[in-house]
């Protein structure tokens, strides 16, 4: 496809972090970068890059849009845009906003949402996306084109994105605390703390490679580490006695739960 001329509005965490994948996994298109806090895009120095102070000029210079501004900043940031979205791919990470609520706002253009996580920095993003009906073959190229190289992407129905964002957007903070608290025993044990971090980093991310590139189910690999009376096996039974599976369970219920929240009291400010 032609080169994909892409504007970000909003250069947060999530804004930053598919900003720089894209330049790390090589993108040739062009990036247009808004954000209001101008400290936020000083570092970005690429040839492929241009930043500026207005969303609507952001736009303007755009084929597709991301916005990546946080869901109660979205109506505004949608206002400031104006006109210039008609006819246009606008794709929102806010959570909690619909397709349809979506349409209402930015009339002409052409709708998608993706939820995305951090780790679409360094190429290993979850990600999932649902799409309105207006939504062309050549906009479903360039979705895949932007966020594909990002990790891994899904197509889902929009009812599915809630569950989707508690559980994938969320969890790579509940896997750091394990990744951290790795480190600190290996820490107390006379670990250096740096190797302590490489250690405990790599089991997580291997771990996970294995379940990507092994055709064995989670369960499977289980029997695969632990051995019948062994250390696993000690091990796997303390958390089995204190509900591990059930507490992680809980937490993307908490985070589903509070999604659910936040999006009523948007719907609410909107009224």
């Known amino acids: 496809m032609d080169e994909i001329k892409l504007g970000i509005i909003g250069v947060g965490n999530i804004g930053s972090s598919i900003a720089n994948g894209l330049l790390w996994s090589g993108f040739k298109g062009r990036i247009i970068l808004c954000d209001k806090h101008p400290e936020k895009v000083e570092n970005f120095h690429s040839d492929f890059v241009e930043v500026v102070s207005e969303a609507a000029l952001a736009t303007g210079k755009s084929d597709v849009i991301i916005l990546a501004v946080k869901p109660h900043a979205v109506k505004d940031a949608i206002a ?3 006109s210039s979205i008609k006819g246009k791919l606008l794709i929102s990470l806010a959570a909690g906003i619909t397709l349809g609520e979506l349409e209402g706002l930015a009339k002409g253009a052409r709708i998608c949402r993706v939820m995305p996580n951090v780790n679409c920095k360094v190429l290993e993003g979850a990600m999932a996306y649902a799409i309105s009906g207006t939504i062309t073959e050549t906009d479903h190229q360039a979705i895949r084109e932007i966020f594909g190289r990002l990790g891994t992407l899904i197509k889902v129905k929009e009812n599915q994105i809630d569950i989707i964002t508690a559980a994938c957007a969320s969890s790579p903070a509940y ?21 302590a971090q490489k250690l405990a980093a790599q089991a997580v991310a291997g771990s996970g490679k294995m ?13 695969v580490v632990k051995t019948k009376g062994g250390k696993t096996e000690a091990g796997l039974k303390i958390l089995e006695k204190r509900n591990f599976a059930a507490v992680l369970e809980e937490a993307i219920k908490a985070a589903d739960k509070r999604a659910k929240e936040l999006k009523i009291g948007l719907q609410n400010l909107q009224k």
């Open 80 to 82: 400031e845009i104006g």
């Open 175 to 195: 896997v750091f605390l394990i990744i951290q608290k790795l480190k600190e025993i290996l820490e107390e044990n006379g670990i250096d703390s740096d190797s």
């Open 211 to 223: 379940v990507l590139e092994s055709e064995l189910t989670p369960p499977e690999l289980i029997n």
